[in-house]
Every structure is written in structure tokens, then in C-alpha cells.
């Protein structure tokens, strides 16, 4: 549907709402959304086992309930904050027992908002994401030539073909000062186990895969596209990477493009390490852990175990659950595109994790996702006892410990 007759159909729209009590189904909004692959949303009978489960019910009224209701009948109000608020956390699909496909149900009304050019108040960052994403492909809108400066002071060369792996970092660690940190660390740590990697630097761009979450499907396939030439010109054949977003789109999205290249998680790739004696934890870390599952690397990608193998051969760490671990991981709010968004204060996931990381006496909270850490780290300094709580990335702890 292009933007003219999307026009046309919300301002007839309107006019209906305004005469007529009973509204018959709207053929093109159900179309756009077939189209887009969000078509099991048919299947749904109310049954609000999904509404019971989101984490949006923890902190305020959601129902993705009623938004695929609305949907059946082509009402669904596109000004409305609501669509914008799934974190695809991949928490509902797995209790649904019809099968709708809530995720990419909600993807495609936001692919109608894209295109329609509408964004309520908390969403309009994302313009700005978006111009740094096509400008300098990165959302801080960072310059692309400054991609590779987290490596200062550190022997990572860039990748050049029969290089075993590529490193790619990912634009928090690459950017972000408080993200920069694991990049290092994970370099570090490649280095010592003697493993031989390179880097793409400049020639690197964002994966693209919460640009895509937030309806921007263009603007992906253009980023994916530039990230897949790039592999195939530098001859790259096994990926490591350090955000389970950057795995998920490499692994499940990216062959929509009909390629495949290996990808692995650094959580899998410490163990793969430490497994075949390349890496050595020769310190002690003495420490009361709890481990945070991120929704891309659990719940999308079922990688609930390496991570906590590692910890485990820590010595001196002891690693404790939290409630919500695992297929129930509580989501820290950063998915979706969410990361981008403005979600008030009393309605962050991250804060109630934090508790939940402080109720079992934890005094590291440790994850491997760099839109956890960054929530993570912006809830612990606005929270009351916060600073009792250390965030560490899995790579941040290795580190200290070889
Ligand atoms: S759990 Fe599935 S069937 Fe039940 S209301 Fe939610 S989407 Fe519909
Ligand atoms: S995917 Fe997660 S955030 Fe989105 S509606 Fe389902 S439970 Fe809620």
C-alpha cells in the first residue's frame, strides 16, 4: 500500500468511526498485514494467555490481545503508542496455543506506521536512529571512519581472507564508552587463546536487525545487503559476535538473502575455548553471580547453557538463579527497537530485574547483550542501593580471571 492510499484509508477510516457503530472488516489493513507475515494473527481466540505473560503487565496495562483483535478487523489505531510497545521478547509466541505469530503481527502495523510516516512522542528518536543508520551505519550517527577505535592500545589486526574468524563487535561495543569495555575485553581474551581474528572496522555496519523490528524493512535489507558484500569480498566464513541481535538476524535472517555464514556467540565460543584447553582460568573470582538470559540469545536461539557452563568453571564463583531464568528469562526492555524508545521511569523492565538480581543476594548481575548492560546500567544508577550491584558482561569477567 503506498502512502497516498494509506492516507486515504485512515482518513475514510476516521469518518466511518465517527457515523457508523458496526465497522465491517477493512480488506487492505488485513492485506498489509498478510503481506508483511504477520497472517496467523487469524488464528487467535482470545484467550489472553499472551497478555499474562508480557512484562508489559508488570508495569502497566498492555493487552497484544486486544491490539490482534483489533487487527482482525482492520481497526487497529496506528497513532497509537500501543503498537510500538512489544519488545519482541518471544515470550508470548511460546505460551500461545494457536500458534499467532504476535511478533510479526506487531512488526507489520509498525511497517504501516513507517510507511505512513507516523510516530507518537516516545517513538520519534528513531527518525534520528534511522539517518545515522543510513549516513554512517550506526544509530549514534558516529562517524563510520571511527568504527574501529575501541581497539587503541590492543594488537587486533583487520580481517584479511584464511583468517580463522571474524570479530564482529557490533555498534554498542564498538561506540559506546561503557560498551567499548567488552569489545576490549573480547579482544583480549582472543588474543590470549591465541586465536586468529580480524576486524572490518570502517567496513563494518549495525546488523540491522531492530531497525527491521521497528518497521523499517528498507532500511535493513540496504544494511544487510552492504554487511553481506562485505563478507563475500573479504572472504569471511565463520562470524563471532558479541550481541545475540547481531546472532539472530547473521543466522536467521540474513539467509533470506540466500547466504549462510557460520555464526557463533561469544558465549559459545569461551566454552568452545575453555573446552579445548585454549583458554585457562588460572584466578579466582569470589564472587555471588546470577546469570540474566538475554530474549535473542534464550528465548530466540535456545543458548541457555554455555553461558553457565563458563561461570560454573569460574573458580571461587557462585552462581545463583534468578526468578524468571531461562525459557521464562524476565525481558530487560531493549528489544524491538524498544532501546531507542523513551519508556518512563516505573515502567522499565531492567528495574525489576535488578531487583530480582538483589532479592537473591547477587553481587554481579552478568549477561552477554549490550542493550541489557546499557538498561542494566541505567537502571542501577537510578536506583536506590544500586551501587551494591555490579553489570558484567561475561567477556568483562573472563577477562579478570586468565
Ligand atoms: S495466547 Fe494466542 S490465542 Fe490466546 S489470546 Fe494470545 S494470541 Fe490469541
Ligand atoms: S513478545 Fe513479549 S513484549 Fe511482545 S507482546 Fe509478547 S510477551 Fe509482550
Known amino acids: 500500500m503506498n502512502q497516498e492510499t494509506l492516507k486515504n484509508h485512515y482518513g475514510e477510516r476516521r469518518e466511518l468511526q465517527k457515523t457508523v457503530e458496526t465497522v465491517a472488516p477493512y480488506k ?87 510507511e505512513y510516516g507516523v510516530f507518537p512522542a516516545p517513538v520519534k528518536p528513531i527518525r534520528t536512529i534511522s539517518a545515522g543508520l543510513v549516513a554512517q551505519g550506526n544509530p549514534f550517527g558516529e562517524e563510520r571512519n571511527n568504527r574501529a577505535q575501541w581497539t587503541e592500545g590492543l594488537s587486533v589486526q583487520p580481517f584479511t581472507e584464511g583468517m580463522d574468524i571474524l570479530y564482529f563487535p557490533g555498534c554498542y561495543p564498538s561506540y559506546d564508552p561503557r560498551l567499548k569495555k567488552v569489545a576490549r575485553a573480547t579482544a583480549t581474551i582472543l588474543t590470549k587463546a591465541g586465536v586468529n581474528f580480524g576486524i572490518l572496522g570502517e567496513k563494518e555496519s549495525c546488523c540491522g536487525e531492530s531497525i527491521r523490528k521497528t518497521g523499517d524493512e528498507e532500511l535493513f535489507k540496504r544494511l544487510a545487503k552492504e554487511n553481506i558484500r562485505t563478507f563475500i569480498d573479504s572472504g569471511v566464513k565463520r562470524i563471532l559476535v558479541s550481541s545475540p541481535h547481531c546472532y539472530h538476524t547473521f543466522k536467521n535472517e540474513y539467509p533470506e538473502f540466500m547466504v549462510n555464514f557460520e555464526v557463533i556467540h561469544i558465549s559459545q565460543y569461551l566454552f568452545e575455548l575453555i573446552d579445548k584447553g585454549r583458554l585457562e582460568l588460572t584466578k579466582e573470582y569470589r564472587k555471588n553471580i546470577t546469570y540474566h538470559d538475554p530474549c535473542y540469545l534464550g528465548r530466540h536461539n535456545g543458548i541457555y547453557d554455555e553461558p553457565r557452563e563458563v561461570l560454573k568453571k569460574i573458580p571461587g564463583l557462585v552462581l545463583d538463579e534468578m526468578p524468571d531464568s531461562r525459557e521464562d528469562s524476565l525481558c530487560c526492555g531493549g528489544g524491538g527497537g524498544r532501546i531507542w524508545m523513551e519508556t518512563p521511569k516505573g515502567e522499565r523492565f531492567s528495574d525489576l530485574r535488578l531487583e530480582q538480581a538483589m532479592g537473591v543476594g547477587a553481587e554481579v548481575l552478568v549477561t552477554c547483550c549490550p542493550y541489557c548492560i546499557t538498561n542494566f546500567e541505567d537502571s542501577r544508577i537510578n536506583m536506590e542501593g544500586g551501587e551494591s550491584l555490579e553489570i558484567k558482561d561475561i567477556t568483562e569477567i573472563i577477562q579478570e580471571v586468565i
Do not use: H, M
Open 28 to 114: 487492505e489493513i488485513i492485506d498489509v498485514i498478510k503481506e508483511s507475515g504477520g497472517e496467523a494473527f487469524k488464528l487467535c481466540y482470545q484467550c489472553g494467555l499472551c497478555d499474562t505473560v508480557c512484562p508489559w503487565n508488570r508495569v502497566r496495562a498492555f493487552s497484544i490481545r486486544r491490539i490482534i483483535r483489533e487487527a482482525t478487523f482492520g481497526l487497529t489505531e496506528i497513532e497509537s503508542e500501543d503498537i510500538w510497545r512489544c519488545t519482541t521478547c518471544g515470550r508470548c509466541p511460546q505460551e500461545c496455543p494457536r500458534g499467532v505469530e504476535q511478533i510479526e503481527l506487531g512488526v507489520s502495523l509498525r511497517r504501516i506506521a513507517t
